[in-house]
């Protein structure tokens, strides 16, 4: 039997106060567990009430301490003050499909806001959900409400909000390195095995085996640079950035032209890129038609080892394909290039001094022209070797 719930469809443009007394009913701050009681809210946390709030009010909390360019920060693209490690959810593209198929869920624990002590209300949990009812054209949302009195307390309640619950992305083990990393940055946390394994127990007390725990804390105390900034990329977020530096169509009549493309969607890239040069460009004098990747959410604790294999993985599908095309429809004549993988748009600062953030990184010269991300790190690796023998 399936349950219904009060949901608010997408078409409402905005929440009422009936919508907030459901919401109270459904989730009782009262008598409701872990979120709203002093004795288990972080020290310097305190539930305030639940209320409508206009979005318009409502900070996003930027990291300040990332170098990177404005243009990306004005884009949204780097990850979230004291929030994800990788800018967006693991889930965040299933939370939206929810959102858009059945409405928003009054039944679920409400998006929280809390006033920090730069005494602005920026959003705690809820981000995933916030940027789909701001594209829906919403003016305000349901809040639970917060004051917290210094950042450290903050950052706590951003990991222990973000629990396992339908529609949430919860917390990944990114996402405790993260927070670990930056108390101890901040200096409310020491660089001790028992003050970082307290820590994570207190922010995420079931959400880990105890080895994955014990491997969580041993990476915030050897430093494995996994707190630097990532971006995490959508088809909308791809083509703003192409606008930003300087990749635009048809520039001077030139007839090239951009198409971005997840590579997740590998298996029918092909399909996608001819179907928009056939239909999108019908008409237009199209002398090459280049794809560009971009990685949506990295996934796990080693962002470049993520974004490397995510774009060996789509290279290597596209290559099959395009063989096995080639042999099947073009056994006399040469396949047109009007199509051409062309590169993918970087998302790892760590790896800004090879990969610029503001240029794509090329398939069609140096080293990638012949070779996968594996092969020039197995051959680097190699290089490295012999040299350290001779």
């Keep these: 039997m399936s349950i219904i719930v009060h949901t608010v469809p997408l078409s409402a443009k905005k929440f009422t106060l009936d919508d907030l007394d459901i919401s109270k009913k459904y989730i009782n701050p009262e008598v409701y567990p872990g979120l709203y009681s002093k004795d288990v809210l972080p020290k ?36 979230g003050f004291l929030a994800r490690a990788y800018g967006r959810g693991a889930n965040a593209d299933d939370v939206h499909a929810q959102i858009e198929v ?14 920090g002590p ?15 009812l701001i594209a829906a054209g919403f003016t305000n949302v349901i809040v639970d409400y917060y004051t917290c009195t210094d950042w450290d307390c903050f950052g706590k309640m951003v990991v222990m909000t973000n629990g396992v619950q339908d529609p949430y992305s919860p917390h990944t083990k990114a996402d405790i390195i993260v927070h670990c990393n930056q108390a101890i ?15 994570v127990k207190e922010i995420a007390p079931s959400s880990f085996k105890q080895a994955t725990v014990n491997k969580i804390v041993l990476n915030v105390l050897e430093g494995n640079n996994h707190t630097s900034a990532v971006l995490a990329f959508t088809e909308t977020s791809a083509k703003e950035w192409l606008k930003t530096f300087g990749y635009h169509d048809n520039v001077n009549g030139n007839g090239i032209y951009y198409k971005v493309i997840s590579t997740q969607f590998h298996s029918k890239a092909i399909t996608m890129a001819a179907k928009y040069l056939q239909r999108d460009l019908a008409g237009c004098d199209v002398k090459e038609l280049r794809v560009i990747l971009h990685t949506d959410t990295l996934d796990g ?7 490397k294999s995510k774009i060996d993985t789509f290279r290597s599908k596209w290559d099959n394909a395009l063989d096995d095309i080639t042999k099947s429809f073009f056994i006399t004549t040469k396949p047109k290039t009007t199509v051409k993988l062309y ?13 610029p953030m503001d240029k794509l990184v090329m398939f069609h010269v140096g080293k990638l022209k012949d070779m996968s991300f594996s092969e020039i790190d197995s051959d680097t690796g190699l290089n490295n070797f012999f040299q350290q023998a001779a």
């Design 343 to 355: 590169g993918v748009i970087p998302a790892v600062q760590l790896l800004q001094e090879i990969y």
């Design 118 to 132: 730069n005494n602005k209300d920026t959003i705690i949990n809820g981000r995933t959900r916030l940027e789909k």
């Design 185 to 199: 940055n901040n200096g409310s946390l020491r660089k001790e095995y028992n003050d970082i394994l307290a820590r």
């Design 44 to 79: 310097g946390v305190e539930f305030i009430d639940r209320r409508l709030m206009n979005i318009s009010d409502i900070s996003m909390g930027v990291e300040e301490n990332v170098d990177i360019k404005p243009e990306m920060l004005k884009m949204n693209l780097v990850q």
């Design 102 to 115: 059945f409405g928003y869920k009054l039944s679920s624990i409400p998006i929280s806001v809390g006033r």
């Design 301 to 307: 604790a080693d962002p470049e080892r993520s974004w």
